[in-house]
């Protein structure tokens, strides 16, 4: 992916990995999503939740949220990417960027992976391309992720992709008398320093 001055426009963006493509959903991915769904495991853990765009079963509802994620991909509010096998076309999960604040240019990441592909390195690798995204192509200062504290498996992800520990914060969420996330980070001076030393 090329550097440019300016944040690439989100319906542009598409990157490939070693075994994954990262692009914009499209209406025409319906069908691999609803066939991704269906091949869904029992879950493993409380963690491990269907994606909401592959749950939906009603084809106009699925379009209704394609284009909101146009929208707000246009209007830098929220970018949404699907992650599929290069190989077999085969819908494995998302990865999304939540903009906290679009002066300072920060952004949560978010990962979502489908549980039949679970243990296959398929979130570290679509995470990695995320960060190349977020940094070189929208422009992102600062990248964050949250997770619950016995959320492992999302803090090894977070660790493999780069993202550094940089401690709880208590209460973050009001539930349940208040939830412990612990975070991890990186910014886009450190994120180029260390794939261009």
């Given at each position: 992916m090329k550097k440019s001055k300016t944040p690439v426009p989100y319906l542009g963006i598409y990157a490939t990995g070693q075994r994954l493509e990262i692009r914009p959903y499209k209406i025409s991915d319906?069908?691999?999503l609803q066939k991704s769904h269906c091949s869904r495991l029992s879950a493993v853990n409380k963690f491990d939740e269907p994606i909401p765009t592959a749950a939906e079963a009603d084809y106009e509802s699925f379009k209704g949220?394609?284009?909101r994620h146009r929208a707000h991909g246009k209007d830098g509010r929220h970018?949404?990417?699907?992650a599929f096998e290069r190989r077999t076309g085969s819908y494995v999960g998302q990865i999304d960027f939540y903009t906290i604040n679009q002066e300072l240019?920060?952004?949560n990441i978010g990962y979502h992976f489908q549980n039949q592909y679970f243990g296959k390195g398929y979130a570290s690798e679509a995470g990695r391309l995320g960060l190349k995204i977020a940094f070189d192509l929208l422009k992102f200062h600062r990248v964050e992720v949250g997770t619950e504290?016995?959320?492992k498996a999302s803090q090894r992800v977070a660790t493999k992709i780069g993202l550094r520990p940089e401690g709880v914060r208590r209460k973050f969420f009001p539930e349940n008398g208040g939830i412990d996330m612990s975070f991890y980070a990186n910014n886009a001076f450190d994120w180029n320093a260390e794939i261009n030393p």
């Open positions: 319906f069908k691999a949220r394609i284009r970018f949404v990417f699907a240019r920060w952004a504290l016995d959320n």
